[in-house]
């Protein structure tokens, strides 16, 4: 039974494998993902800050010589940063416009009191408790994230400061502000990139692992396929299931599967031999018992034309069971090449001339031109000589046998008719059957039995069929039909 599952079994396998592997796809994406995402702000805060520090501590440098002469609110550094405010820069940064300076900057004297600021603030104010003065005053690293509204969240600003010395000498705190809103249009790019990336990136994933699992469930049904045709008794090929595993498993089965038809093959034929020989080998023995006694010299030589019809019976069965041996234990064809039908049918015809003369037989040749075949030419004319053969046999004397060949419905047919007594209806089914035989009716003799069944087995090879069936204004008519 576990040759022939249920198709639902191998969708649910497929379905399960590609559920699997999207899940973890999925879940490796969400993790990789929001990983992503989660420092992507951050990262951008982080690129900020270093901006900050290094302008801090560059205008500190510039605002130093003012500060100690006292003109920094009225001097050149003052009007620089109020040129700086009003420009316009029409920047755009990877696609995003900054039409704006953001920088705020404020200067702090020595205690943290203020100086000078770009935003207004009055001179005088404390500062000091802010961390960028505080800690920049105390010879560390001042920085500070604040709101610049307690009631806007979207007004969070970064502060960095840095030490204004001039030759040794402290001389207050310098520090740029930006808003970190200005900072969310690169940053909601950059998630919208990156979640696109990983949405392709999930989607080319899930791509590859439906290509990889179509192809392993593929291998599995084609292994299925062929262990349920050779467990039916089909002829069938190993399937290509590619290299690897898969394809160490196929190539197992098709040994397993050539050693127990081998042994099942050989028993099968040393029985059926040994029954067929039974009768001709006791002809042959009743009548040599019989030519040890004296008798008439008529009946001395019909008992010796006996034995050699005998012994030529079983010759031809055991050519007959030779050739059918070898064929079936072949799985494919072997030198195949596109043949010209019409020249294979009258080679074939004309090796029956001496046939037809003897049965005073005339034989019809329909051939439509043009057609070709692919096969082996060799296998192909012992087919259509079986045909032939089997019609002449049951042909009445003085008769016609036509064989025809043309296209029907896209297949190739070459059939052979006979104006004889047709099957019974009992053995139509069963002409082609190995060792199944009816009496000629000019000599009352059975055929091998094997002629027909080895039309079949070359129909079969080349990926046709056979059959034969009566025809109503009587006589029979077999036929085999090929691929185009």
């Given at each position: 039974r576990w040759l022939q599952p249920h198709d639902a079994h191998a969708m649910k396998l497929s379905l399960r494998m590609v559920l699997g592997f999207f899940l973890i796809v999925a879940l490796a994406a969400y993790l990789l993902l929001n990983t992503f995402l989660q420092e992507v702000k951050p990262g951008v805060k982080q690129g900020l800050e270093v901006a900050l520090v290094d302008s801090a501590n560059l205008l500190a440098e510039v605002a130093a010589p003012e500060l100690k002469a006292g003109t920094l609110a009225e001097g050149r550094f003052a009007r620089a940063v109020a040129a700086y405010e009003a420009r316009a820069p029409h920047a755009r940064i990877f696609g995003v416009e900054k039409a704006r300076a953001e920088f705020r900057v404020y200067v702090t004297d020595a205690q943290g009191i203020l100086v000078w600021d770009s935003a207004g603030t009055a001179p005088g104010t404390d500062f000091s408790r802010w961390n960028d003065v505080y800690l920049t005053l105390r010879g560390g690293y001042g920085a500070r994230a604040s709101l610049a509204d307690p009631g806007d969240p979207a007004s969070h600003t970064m502060?960095?400061?840095?030490?204004?010395?001039?030759?040794?000498?402290?001389?207050?705190?310098?520090?740029?502000?930006?808003?970190?809103?200005?900072?969310?249009?690169?940053?909601?790019?950059?998630?919208?990139?990156?979640?696109?990336?990983?949405?392709?990136?999930?989607?080319?994933?899930?791509?590859?692992?439906?290509?990889?699992?179509?192809?392993?469930v593929k291998a599995i049904r084609d292994m299925r396929a062929y262990a349920r045709a050779v467990a039916e008794g089909h002829r069938t090929q190993i399937p290509d299931v590619g290299g690897g595993e898969l394809s160490e498993l196929a190539g197992a089965l098709e040994s397993m599967r050539a050693r127990?038809?081998?042994?099942?093959?050989?028993?099968?034929?040393?029985?059926?031999?040994?029954?067929?020989?039974?009768?001709?080998?006791?002809?042959?023995?009743?009548?040599?018992?019989?030519?040890?006694?004296?008798?008439?010299?008529?009946?001395?030589?019909?008992?010796?034309?006996?034995?050699?019809?005998?012994?030529?019976?079983?010759?031809?069965?055991?050519?007959?069971?030779?050739?059918?041996?070898?064929?079936?234990?072949?799985?494919?064809?072997?030198?195949?090449?596109?043949?010209?039908?019409?020249?294979?049918?009258?080679?074939?015809?004309?090796?029956?001339?001496?046939?037809?003369?003897?049965?005073?037989?005339?034989?019809?040749?329909?051939?439509?031109?043009?057609?070709?075949?692919?096969?082996?030419?060799?296998?192909?004319?012992?087919?259509?000589?079986?045909?032939?053969?089997?019609?002449?046999?049951?042909?009445?004397?003085?008769?016609?046998?036509?064989?025809?060949?043309?296209?029907?419905?896209?297949?190739?047919?070459?059939?052979?008719?006979?104006?004889?007594?047709?099957?019974?209806?009992?053995a139509v089914d069963r002409v082609f059957e190995a060792f199944y035989s009816l009496p000629s009716p000019a000599t009352g003799r059975k055929g091998t039995g094997l002629g027909l069944r080895f039309v079949r087995e070359v129909a079969e090879l080349h990926r046709g069929t056979a059959g034969l069936r009566n025809l109503p204004e009587g006589g029979a008519e077999a036929w085999l039909r090929l691929p185009a």
């Amino acid at each position: 039974r576990w040759l022939q599952p249920h198709d639902a079994h191998a969708m649910k396998l497929s379905l399960r494998m590609v559920l699997g592997f999207f899940l973890i796809v999925a879940l490796a994406a969400y993790l990789l993902l929001n990983t992503f995402l989660q420092e992507v702000k951050p990262g951008v805060k982080q690129g900020l800050e270093v901006a900050l520090v290094d302008s801090a501590n560059l205008l500190a440098e510039v605002a130093a010589p003012e500060l100690k002469a006292g003109t920094l609110a009225e001097g050149r550094f003052a009007r620089a940063v109020a040129a700086y405010e009003a420009r316009a820069p029409h920047a755009r940064i990877f696609g995003v416009e900054k039409a704006r300076a953001e920088f705020r900057v404020y200067v702090t004297d020595a205690q943290g009191i203020l100086v000078w600021d770009s935003a207004g603030t009055a001179p005088g104010t404390d500062f000091s408790r802010w961390n960028d003065v505080y800690l920049t005053l105390r010879g560390g690293y001042g920085a500070r994230a604040s709101l610049a509204d307690p009631g806007d969240p979207a007004s969070h600003t970064m502060y960095v400061g840095a030490p204004i010395r001039l030759e040794g000498q402290l001389l207050g705190v310098l520090t740029v502000a930006s808003p970190t809103a200005s900072l969310t249009p690169f940053a909601e790019r950059s998630q919208r990139r990156v979640l696109n990336a990983g949405l392709v990136l999930l989607g080319a994933c899930l791509l590859i692992g439906g290509g990889l699992t179509w192809g392993l469930v593929k291998a599995i049904r084609d292994m299925r396929a062929y262990a349920r045709a050779v467990a039916e008794g089909h002829r069938t090929q190993i399937p290509d299931v590619g290299g690897g595993e898969l394809s160490e498993l196929a190539g197992a089965l098709e040994s397993m599967r050539a050693r127990l038809e081998d042994r099942a093959y050989v028993e099968r034929y040393v029985a059926t031999l040994t029954h067929e020989m039974k009768s001709p080998l006791a002809a042959i023995r009743g009548a040599a018992e019989l030519l040890e006694e004296e008798m008439p010299e008529p009946d001395r030589q019909r008992f010796v034309a006996n034995i050699r019809a005998q012994e030529q019976r079983l010759r031809e069965l055991l050519d007959r069971m030779l050739d059918q041996a070898a064929l079936e234990q072949r799985t494919g064809l072997q030198d195949a090449t596109d043949l010209e039908l019409e020249g294979l049918v009258r080679r074939v015809a004309g090796t029956k001339e001496v046939a037809l003369a003897w049965r005073s037989l005339r034989l019809r040749l329909d051939p439509e031109p043009g057609l070709r075949v692919h096969g082996e030419g060799f296998l192909l004319e012992q087919a259509l000589s079986n045909l032939l053969d089997n019609a002449l046999a049951f042909a009445p004397e003085g008769s016609e046998v036509t064989l025809t060949t043309g296209r029907v419905e896209g297949w190739i047919r070459v059939a052979v008719r006979d104006a004889g007594p047709g099957v019974p209806d009992y053995a139509v089914d069963r002409v082609f059957e190995a060792f199944y035989s009816l009496p000629s009716p000019a000599t009352g003799r059975k055929g091998t039995g094997l002629g027909l069944r080895f039309v079949r087995e070359v129909a079969e090879l080349h990926r046709g069929t056979a059959g034969l069936r009566n025809l109503p204004e009587g006589g029979a008519e077999a036929w085999l039909r090929l691929p185009a």
